[in-house]
């Protein structure tokens, strides 16, 4: 796929809030994990007095809805995304926000501020859809003050990605749906971002799914793009092998893979 391809890919899933909104339903929903990832994310997070905050790719802006009063005083927060569609949706998830936040539609790849204009980065599962990640990346480290912080989330190449893979499988043999190593991934992340920073740690966040509720999956199913293009009877087949799953066991069970980087510039 070429980048342009791929960037045209990524604006479209991403065009409007439901696709996202239905991936993350299914974690909030039937996680294992009672904490949250978004609770246990912002316990990661080291954020300073007066400080300034970028997030790259904020999606419909739901880590932030209710923590906004959590963070330092004197913080300021930006919000960007490369999908238009995404800035809409997180105005209105954030509504009525604060004068401390803003929000811009930005591309990691030209990041539109002057160097070292921040304290703190955020880019929490988008890394995997940069084209050119060397050049994101280098981006990131351009606007990040001295001694900032860099926080990036991701997944497993593993984990869920080879459970949905090798299901797919029994249905279609030929498959390459979730088949692809994503390029950005616990297990070469740290390796890819010690390239640009000084220092980087990895947390993982112990976690997996236990789906009470087919149509959860299917939803989450439905709205990725490994599986656009293909047969609709796919879906009513994919629908009655979980559904005989969890009819029998009371729960769909999937591993989680997920890890947070922390990188010091």
Not at 43 to 48: K, L
Not at 210 to 230: F, H, I, K, P
Request: hydrophobic letters at 35%; glycine letters at 8%; proline letters at 3%.
């Amino acid at each position: 796929m070429s980048i342009m391809n791929q960037s045209e890919n990524v604006k479209h899933q991403y065009s409007g809030g439901e696709n996202l909104s239905a991936r993350i339903k299914l974690h909030e929903k039937h996680s294992t994990n009672k904490k949250g990832f978004f609770p246990w994310l912002h316990e990661q997070y080291q954020f300073e007095e007066n400080g300034s905050i970028l997030e790259l790719g904020c999606g419909n802006g739901m880590q932030w809805k209710g923590r906004m009063d959590a963070l330092p005083q004197g913080s300021s927060l930006t919000l960007s995304d490369f999908a238009e569609g995404m800035i809409a949706a997180a105005k209105e998830n954030l509504a009525p926000h604060p004068d401390n936040i803003s929000f811009l539609q930005v591309d990691i790849q030209d990041i539109l501020f002057a160097g070292q204009s921040f304290d703190t980065c955020i880019a929490n599962f988008m890394l995997y859809h940069v084209p050119d990640l060397g050049k994101g990346l280098s981006e990131v480290r351009r606007v990040i003050k001295p001694d900032g912080q860099f926080y990036a989330a991701t997944t497993s190449s593993g984990g869920m990605r080879q459970y949905l893979h090798d299901v797919i499988k029994i249905f279609e043999p030929g498959t390459s749906a979730f088949s692809q190593v994503i390029p950005f991934n616990m297990e070469n992340g740290g390796e890819i971002l010690g390239r640009h920073f000084a220092s980087v740690k990895i947390h993982v966040y112990e976690d997996s799914l236990a789906v009470t509720d087919t149509n959860d999956l299917m939803d989450w199913l439905e709205s990725s793009m490994s599986l656009s293009g293909y047969r609709k009877e796919l879906f009513s087949d994919l629908y009655e092998y979980f559904e005989k799953i969890r009819a029998a066991e009371g729960a769909i069970n999937i591993p989680k893979d997920v890890c947070l980087f922390v990188c010091t510039a």
